[in-house]
């Protein structure tokens, strides 16, 4: 991944790659909301352990980010004769993107703000520095 913002906006990227940028998700956690969005039903964590071939432990973790971030929802099944065990399924990506589309609105105007505090900032110091700076010259000027 890049450094900066100049070298991420020289990079090429696929569609993917703002799962890594806006949500921090990884290259598993792409695999398994793949898996997820290509289901016809929701799915186990066994499951998706066993579609992207991991440790059931490795494939929760994943699950769990995806969960934080919005991609999946998590159902409760019960069974009949007392218990439960919990299924996935792919959030509706049209809502993933819009999402995605709000987060990155929110961020343009933080980053814009904050652009308009550094021209405040340093050309109020850039301002004094040429007053002193005209100051000098004229008082050596007249002597």
Known sequence: MADSMAEQLQQEMVCEGLLECI???K??????????VESDEPLTIDD???RVDRER???YRSI???LQ???IQKEQV?????????VYAS????????DMQRMLNDWYAKMGQLIQEFEDKYEDVDDSATDDGATTVESYSNN
């Open 69 to 71: 971030s919005g991609f």
């Open 91 to 98: 959030t509706d990506p049209s809502q993933i993107a819009n």
């Open 57 to 59: 432990s490795t494939a």
């Open 27 to 36: 290259q598993l956690d792409k695999e398994c909301y793949r898996v997820l």
């Open 64 to 66: 769990q980010r995806l």
């Open 48 to 50: 998706v352990a066993e």
């Open 23 to 25: 949500h921090g998700l």
């Open 78 to 86: 019960n069974y009949e004769q007392g218990g439960y065990y919990h």
